[in-house]
């Protein structure tokens, strides 16, 4: 599957962002969508995840102030993100796992297909 990420952007902290992802390739239905993100010397990290059905997985760091969704007729994927942080500052990645299901993998070397990545700054 190819996955192409988009919404990145400079905020100042306590503002707002939203990130989509458009996946293209095969049955978007089929698989969990994660987001991931990577801050400058740490490991990526899952921040959110979503089983086709609807059901959620969130870091805690994250937990009341990011929600993941997404609409399947559109093979899209979004990531609204409040109450931004400076912490939050990273590469924020689409992804899809290598299998299809609803088991929701929360290790980067579960997922198979990656967005590109797009580059997330709040300002304190």
């Known amino acids: 599957v190819q996955l192409q990420a988009s919404g990145g952007g400079l905020v100042q902290a306590g503002g707002s962002l939203r990130l989509s992802c458009a996946a293209s390739g095969r049955t978007f239905n089929n698989y969990v969508m994660g987001w991931f993100r990577q801050a400058p010397g740490k490991q990526r990290e899952l921040v959110a995840a979503?089983?086709?059905?609807?059901?959620?997985n969130y870091a805690d760091s994250v937990k009341g102030r990011f929600t993941i969704s997404r609409v399947n007729a559109k093979n899209t994927v979004y990531l609204q993100m409040n109450s931004l942080k400076p912490e939050d500052t990273a590469v924020y990645y689409c992804?899809?796992?290598?299998?299809?299901?609803?088991?929701?993998?929360?290790?980067?070397?579960?997922?198979?297909?990656w967005g590109q990545g797009t580059l997330v700054t709040v300002s304190s």
């Open positions: 992804a899809a796992p290598r299998y299809s299901g609803s088991y929701v993998y929360t290790t980067p070397n579960a997922y198979e297909s």
């Open positions: 979503i089983t086709s059905g609807g059901s959620t």
